[in-house]
């Protein structure tokens, strides 16, 4: 482990291996506790405790992690997360959120609208997860935490896209005291645009499935680069352009990974097909000088999305700390138990300074 102070390390890599990480879904409806209750009506406990909250006039799905000595007559620290793209909430919140929890933190995970147990919007399609929305979506887990009466300071903890969207999220909304970004997706440009020709031919295809989807109403779903719900673990390897990636994606995300579709069943690596139309959007890099709350940003320095880390804290001007762990990779902080314990042990410590 090393703390590391402002540097830029110069990679680039395509778009395409880049998004070899990711993985997207779609699931099933949770019982729901009303939004304005009191703290005795909703009957909250140590663990996990299903909610829901208005967002978009949607009623999205969350799952509020509390601490085991929960007493609703006291007042806790409280997190919203936000998970890489595009995760449903059993897989990176179930594994962060009980971790929080027990260094003593409220924790809400929940599902962006249109993805995992969350409706879409009517007339809109499941298994998208759209950056302005994620945004809305997050200001509104914020409100909602904020109607809690056990619940005192408000923070963010993001993971790799959930990264991108803490930080853009609290530019304007400072509710929001802390942040805090673990593997993220900050300064993703030199990612999604250095090889422009990739970018144009998966704009233009998403911009084909949104005219198709618009003239029949009927969703086009496609997989990530080749990883979808079937494919075997050789298979993929041997046909990624960078084989160490495909195998940390698909350890994950692949059908026998560790939060793939065999072990979460409300995931899917099928994902709308208009997708990139919005992601492509990189908010947080460009608004970095405008972040205010202190920063803690958590990385791989081996890995090669650390320039998504290191490129945006060189735009910080606020209150800001940097750790780099040699030892871990960039999946690795997803739900391995040693880079999971040393990324929550710095966050907790972090958000009770």
């Known amino acids: 482990m090393t703390n590391l102070s402002r540097r830029h390390l110069i990679q680039t890599a395509s778009l395409a291996s880049l998004m070899s990480f990711a993985g997207w879904g779609a699931g099933a409806k949770q019982t729901s506790l009303p939004i304005n209750a009191g703290a005795s009506d909703m009957s909250f406990k140590p663990g996990t405790n299903p909610v829901t909250f208005k967002s978009f006039g949607l009623d999205l799905v969350g799952d509020l992690y509390l601490p085991e000595d929960f007493d ?21 919140p179930a594994t962060y959120g009980p971790e929080m929890a027990a260094r003593g933190f409220i924790y809400l995970g929940f599902d ?72 993220g997706m900050m300064a993703a440009d030199a990612f999604q645009w250095t090889d422009r020709g990739m970018t144009n031919q998966m704009i233009a295809a998403a911009n084909a499935s949104m005219q198709t989807m618009y003239e029949t109403g009927e969703p086009v779903y496609v997989d990530t680069f080749g990883l979808d719900d079937e494919i075997s673990r050789e298979d993929f390897v041997k046909a990624a352009p960078f084989p160490s990636m495909a195998e940390a994606s698909y350890d994950y995300y692949g059908r026998t990974g560790a939060k793939g579709p065999e072990a979460v069943p409300n995931f899917s690596n099928m994902h709308i097909a208009d997708q990139s ?11 970095a000088d405008k972040i205010v709350q202190p920063t803690l940003t958590i990385y791989s320095s081996t890995a090669f999305t650390a320039p998504c880390s290191t490129q945006f804290v060189e735009k910080l001007t606020n209150d800001h700390k940097e750790l780099a762990f040699d030892e871990f990779g960039h999946v690795d902080f997803y739900y391995k138990p040693e880079a999971v314990k040393a990324s929550t042990d710095a966050v907790a410590e972090f958000f009770n300074a």
């Open 72 to 92: 609703p007559a006291k007042t806790y620290k409280a997190i919203v997360g936000a998970s890489p793209f595009p995760q449903v909430k059993d897989q990176i």
């Open 112 to 183: 962006y609208m249109g993805m995992g147990s969350s409706p879409a919007l009517p007339g809109e399609h499941m298994k998208s997860r759209y950056m302005f929305r994620l945004i809305e979506n997050t200001w509104d887990a914020v409100s909602y935490l904020g109607t809690l009466p056990f619940v005192d300071e408000i923070y963010g903890l993001g993971v790799c896209q959930g990264g991108s969207i803490i930080a853009s999220a609290a530019v304007t909304d400072h509710r929001i005291k802390k942040i805090a970004l673990v593997s």
């Open 277 to 287: 139309m919005q992601s492509l959007f990189s908010l947080a890099e460009a608004y």
